[in-house]
């Protein structure tokens, strides 16, 4: 098993609709079980995403493993449809894949 300090910690945000707070929480609440187990096996760990209610900005971030395999996620077929079923409550690409962008580290205190 991976030591936390080997792990990367990654930042992201997202933009959800007008109106789906309700609905992007209960969709997360509800989560399949065979996605959280599909990210586990990719190496992400501690995913949290919180909502800036003034701006329907999501925050997410997770640990990446050292080992991680998230650069396949993008190509699985669970993935795709979890985000599928994502897309019509926010800004999403053309593939459906959130709309995100990196956020830099600017620090950490342990």
Do not use: C, V
């Not at 994502?86 to 962008?101: G, Y």
């Amino acid at each position: 098993m991976d030591n936390e300090l080997e792990k990367e910690i990654i930042a992201f945000k997202m933009h959800l609709l007008p109106g789906k707070k309700h609905e992007y929480k209960t969709r997360h609440d509800e989560i399949w079980p065979e996605l959280k187990t599909l990210l586990s096996e990719a190496g992400i760990s501690d995913y949290s995403i919180f909502l800036d209610e003034e701006t329907n900005i999501l925050l997410g971030s997770y640990r990446a493993s050292k080992n991680n395999q998230i650069k396949l996620l993008p190509h699985n077929p669970l993935m795709q449809k979890w985000w599928k079923f994502m897309a019509d409550i926010m800004e999403t690409n053309t593939d459906n894949e959130p709309l995100s962008t990196a956020l830099k580290p600017m620090f950490y205190m342990k």
